[in-house]
């Protein structure tokens, strides 16, 4: 799940500065050992209060998570110098990934992890069509250029779904039985 392998000499930029934000402490700690040269934040993109700061902003498979999408967007507008570009890679629709639906729900049952995902509730954000998407960035200023939806297979099956997250759930719980993320 982490892709924070980026740093700042494979991004050429020569000058300036590589920024990466996350709301989640242990994503960020995550980033620092995997990557050189950048900057980190641990903010949301609900919070981000920059203006004028940025010549791109490049989202991926996050935008999804955002609780509050139009506070987000709107706020990477602002974020943005003139002239500024946006990219954003996320899974579109609500049954993005039928397999990975089938391992969460199957998470939530299992015995090993349900009391821990008792009170789950689906936290993502989805459009239905490009139209959507391109109209919701057209609210806060963007000119979009580009949007797209494709269907990606996937050729895990539901039950390595479940493993993989069965194995992260794992991974992120203590002796104690706390989550940390």
Same mark, same amino acid.
């Given at each position: 799940?982490?892709?924070?392998?980026?740093?700042? %000499?494979?991004?050429? @930029?020569?000058?300036?500065? @590589?920024?990466?934000?996350? #709301?989640?402490p242990g994503m960020i700690e995550e980033a620092k050992k995997r990557?050189?040269?950048?900057?980190?934040?641990?903010?949301?993109?609900e919070e981000l209060d920059y203006e004028n700061h940025f010549d791109?902003?490049?989202?991926n498979s996050a935008f999804q998570w955002f609780r509050e999408p139009?506070?987000?967007?709107?706020?990477?507008?602002?974020?943005? %110098?003139?002239?500024?570009?946006?990219?954003?890679?996320? #899974?579109?629709?609500?049954?993005?990934?039928?397999?990975?639906?089938?391992?969460?729900?199957?998470? %939530?049952?299992?015995?090993?992890?349900?009391?821990?995902?008792?009170?789950?509730?689906?936290?993502?954000? *989805?459009?239905?069509?490009?139209?959507?998407?391109?109209?919701?960035?057209?609210?806060?200023?963007?000119?979009?250029?580009?949007?797209?939806?494709?269907?990606? %297979?996937?050729?895990?099956? #539901?039950?390595?779904? *479940?493993?993989?997250?069965?194995?992260?759930?794992?991974?992120?719980? #203590?002796?104690?039985?706390?989550?940390?993320?």
């Amino acid at each position: 799940m982490w892709n924070w392998q980026l740093n700042k %000499k494979d991004t050429k @930029v020569d000058e300036g500065e @590589v920024a990466g934000i996350d #709301p989640s402490p242990g994503m960020i700690e995550e980033a620092k050992k995997r990557s050189e040269g950048i900057v980190f934040e641990v903010k949301s993109a609900e919070e981000l209060d920059y203006e004028n700061h940025f010549d791109v902003i490049f989202c991926n498979s996050a935008f999804q998570w955002f609780r509050e999408p139009e506070k987000a967007i709107e706020n990477c507008f602002r974020a943005l %110098k003139s002239g500024g570009r946006i990219g954003i890679q996320a #899974p579109a629709k609500k049954v993005y990934c039928p397999n990975f639906i089938e391992a969460i729900e199957r998470v %939530k049952r299992d015995e090993r992890t349900r009391d821990i995902f008792k009170h789950f509730k689906s936290p993502w954000f *989805f459009l239905e069509t490009a139209e959507e998407y391109r109209k919701l960035f057209e609210k806060f200023g963007f000119r979009v250029v580009f949007s797209k939806i494709e269907c990606v %297979k996937t050729r895990h099956t #539901p039950e390595e779904v *479940f493993d993989n997250l069965l194995f992260r759930c794992n991974c992120w719980l #203590p002796e104690s039985g706390v989550l940390h993320c």
